[in-house]
């Protein structure tokens, strides 16, 4: 058979659904995909392609898979920051240069093949079309073991032709490759034992989620666990929702996008149990909280990351669901009683944090404050509704604001690459046709591929965006006025404000419905109404340009 052909039923085979593009790049793989169902969704750029392959990779737990021509490679592989950042399972196809095209200035030709090597575990060639059999194995293979990640293949020819020849194929499919995770590893008993006793012996231990256990599906397991032993639960934006915003042992995300409360129960912790997660600087606000020194377990998949931030007293090397499995299995319960004055201190946290931010949730100032915006989506959020999140200011008002009580609602963030958000979102509800989806963002992230209202349009995704709408990227205005030594002179507001524009107008002229909400009163009938219409929707909530997020709580200099 043709490479083409071999490429379509390979996809087919692996459960692909989507693939995400700009043409034209392998036009014969396209066609050929016809046979199979697979929905082709051209977008307007690369990088939406990767996000949307992003979005949908996390939303599904399966491989998202996004293609580019040769002169969009560059584009492509800025678009496979998120997704390498965030351990998304992206599987990226670009055209690239051939033998005979070498330093012969070639129409539109740049090697850009190491460009994909920051932000991929696995970058390949395919110089000989037959290889693409063991080489997309592969990607499949490497993107979803361990710790997922992006991978990608370079096809020769700048539209990946070459694979329109013909050749020997075998159609060979490993499909445990076809989801995350693909295989479940699990800890040693002896290990699983230290840590119980560990625990046991702690007096404030508290659990730390990680996007470990979103990937793992294991939430029930972290829940069942927390209850056993009686152990508050904190999560990373990663692993918000992996248990309830009102269940008596959440404390919320700590970090630096985080609730107070959450930071002061992790800096308030004798053991902090990590689960699933990097100790990256964003969880542990900058490794600064929990202290050096803190007793820590860590459970991860990837060995080389346990103790890498803090050096563990247990490290697990595990799956999150299969690890905490065992460790509920082994655990002996833990009464309420033994735990009295660390779960009263708990509560009394979280219960001061609320206190604090409650006015703010339901406020009626005019312009409305972006925490009222978050208010709204928590109310109105069905069960099952997955909401898809930005950068900035949108991860902190959204990670620290919605809440998510209901039955298996999601929680997409993005992982550092401002305007990710709609196209992820994209993304998401092409995984998921049966799910409310709603992405919250402020208009600087919105503006970077607002194009894409074409493409959700066109194929009659009925998401609803909540733009954040203050007109101007205001997170910017502390570093301008430190800039400016204080206080902003002339010209300076041209460097953060943005001309104001009614984007539930530009939604429409895009064949999209457009709601614009200026009093908070309005939100949440606007949100109902628009989960019920059929169609994308924009409701341009229009904001206060001064309301800032609270930066996070931190230990006072010397505490430690």
């Known amino acids: 058979m043709t490479g083409s052909r071999y490429l379509a039923e390979s996809l087919h085979a692996y459960g692909v659904s989507h693939v995400f593009f700009v043409p034209a790049v392998v036009l014969q793989a396209m066609a050929e995909m016809e046979d199979f169902g697979i929905r082709r969704v051209m977008t307007h750029g690369e990088k939406a392609a990767a996000y949307m392959a992003d979005g949908f990779a996390r939303a599904s737990r399966r491989p998202g898979i996004c293609l580019a021509q040769n002169i969009g490679a560059s584009n492509l592989a800025a678009g496979l920051r998120d997704a390498y950042m965030a351990r ?38 395919v110089e000989d079309p037959e290889r693409l059999q063991d080489l997309l194995r592969q990607a499949f293979r490497t993107a979803t073991s361990g710790s997922p ?16 020849a013909e050749g020997d194929y075998t159609l060979v499919v490993e499909e445990t490759h076809s989801r995350v995770p693909a295989y479940r590893p699990a800890p040693d008993g002896g290990d699983i034992k230290r840590a119980l006793d560990m625990i046991a012996k702690a007096t404030r231990p508290i659990i730390v989620a990680g996007g470990g256990v979103t990937i793992s599906a294991a939430e029930a397991e972290l829940r069942a666990l927390a209850e056993r032993l009686n152990i508050p639960v904190a999560t990373s934006l990663n692993a918000k929702g992996s248990i309830a915003d009102n269940h008596p042992l959440s404390v919320g995300v700590c970090g630096t996008y985080s609730r107070a409360c959450a930071n002061r129960a992790v800096a308030e912790a004798d053991l902090v149990f990590f689960v699933g997660s990097r100790t990256g600087s964003q969880v542990t ?137 709609f196209p992820a979102a994209i993304g998401a509800k092409c995984a998921l046709p049966d799910t409310p989806v709603v992405c919250f963002c402020g ?75 200026n009093r908070p009163q309005d939100l949440d009938g606007a949100l109902r109404h628009a989960l019920t219409l059929n169609r994308p929707v924009v409701i341009d909530a229009t904001t206060d340009v001064n309301a800032l997020a609270r930066p996070a709580w931190g230990r006072p200099k010397g505490a430690y």
């Open 88 to 125: 998304s399972p992206v599987i990226a196809l670009t055209g690239g240069p051939t033998p005979r095209s070498h330093y012969r200035n070639f129409y539109q030709e740049i090697e850009d093949f190491t460009q994909f090597d920051p932000v991929t575990k696995f970058n390949a060639r």
């Open 149 to 164: 990640g992006p991978t990608h293949l370079q096809l020769r020819g700048a539209l990946g032709d070459s694979l329109e």
């Open 285 to 421: 606000t900058n490794w600064t909280i929990p202290a050096p020194g803190t007793a820590v377990i860590q459970l991860d998949i990837d060995g080389e990351e346990l103790g890498r931030n803090y050096p563990n007293s247990v490290s697990l090397l595990s799956d999150a669901r299969i690890g905490l499995r065992m460790l509920l299995d082994a655990a002996v319960s833990k009464s309420a009683t033994e735990r009295c004055a660390w779960l009263t201190r708990i509560g009394a946290l979280v219960e001061e944090w609320r206190a604090l931010e409650t006015p703010l949730l339901t406020s009626s100032a005019e312009p409305m404050r972006p925490e009222r915006l978050c208010q709204a989506i928590s109310d109105a959020l069905p069960e099952n509704g997955t909401v898809v999140v930005d950068t900035g200011h949108s991860g902190i008002w959204s990670g620290t604001m919605i809440d998510l009580n209901r039955p298996n609602q999601r929680f997409l963030r993005c992982a550092g690459s401002l305007g990710w958000s």
């Open 443 to 517: 208009d600087g992230a919105f503006y970077y591929h607002i194009a894409e209202l074409e493409t959700a349009a066109r194929f009659g995704l009925n998401l609803v965006v909540v733009v954040n709408n203050n007109a101007a990227l205001n997170q910017e205005i502390p570093l301008f006025d430190k800039a400016y030594g204080g206080t902003q002179r002339g010209r300076a507001g041209e460097m953060w404000r943005f001309r104001p524009l009614d984007f539930a107008k530009i939604a429409e002229s895009f064949d999209c419905a457009g709601i614009r909400v």
